[in-house]
């Protein structure tokens, strides 16, 4: 039992600050437009840098040098984030000596458009959660201050604009990464597929199913950006000044009845 005046022990003190943060969290905040979607554009934001950083696929080739004494070569070839291709190295083998192989690599370079992605991605996610925070527990903080409502204002279109740029340019580099690592596009890179005997027929084709997925939550993200525009605007100071007009015009109207 503590003396009366004796200051609290850690262990009552911890409760206390936990209950003082937690019970400050205005939960009910998250069913209103601005809160749900700050959620919403936290989520995708998770999946969308998720399914494009965490994407590998696998692109192969048979090569059948012919003859009796020949035996069929297969190839491999493992890439994924950032896709920088032309650091993928492959054996290509020889038909005209015994064991010998050469060194080939991929082609292209779409790393700018995959890494403006996945940074964006995570930007976004950190930014939803600020805001998340900010909203939930500070949120009188939020209205009072008319700076606030009007740098998200700024920061929600910005966020709008760039999903819609890297959701374009990760959308035209993956049909470039599908090009570049399709089993035609590397048996065409191989000088030993020329020759007459040579047989080379396609292996393992790569499965883009996660990239693809990845561009539609870049479009998706774009979309939910855009649309909580509007709802950050309503907390601005230039819709609070609208509304007193509107709500004038209509008392005039009423008066001269």
Known sequence: M??????????????????????????????????????????????????????????????????ETKEMSAISVQFGYPFRLYQI??????????????????????????????????????????????????????????????????VTICFAFFWLVAAAAWGKGLTDVKAATRPASLIAAMGVCQGQEVVCNAGTTPAMGLANISVLFGFINFLLWAGNCWFVLKETSWQAQAAPRDSAAEQGAIDKQ
């Open 89 to 154: 190295p492959f054996e290509m083998p020889d038909c005209e000596g015994e064991s010998e192989t050469h060194t080939l690599h991929l082609v292209g370079d779409f790393s700018a458009p995959a890494e403006f992605f996945v940074t964006l991605g995570v930007f976004s996610f950190l930014y939803a959660m600020a805001a998340l925070v900010l909203y939930l527990r500070f949120h009188s903080l939020y209205g009072e201050n008319k700076k606030l409502p009007f740098a998200d204002f700024c």
């Open 2 to 67: 503590s003396e009366p005046g004796a200051p609290p022990a850690a262990g009552d003190k911890a409760p206390r600050l936990q209950d003082r943060v937690l019970g400050g969290l205005r939960w009910g905040r998250l069913q209103e437009p601005l809160g749900f979607i700050k959620v919403l554009e936290w989520l995708f934001a998770i999946f969308a840098f998720g399914t494009c950083g965490s994407f590998s696929g696998e692109t192969g080739a048979t090569v059948n040098c012919g003859g």
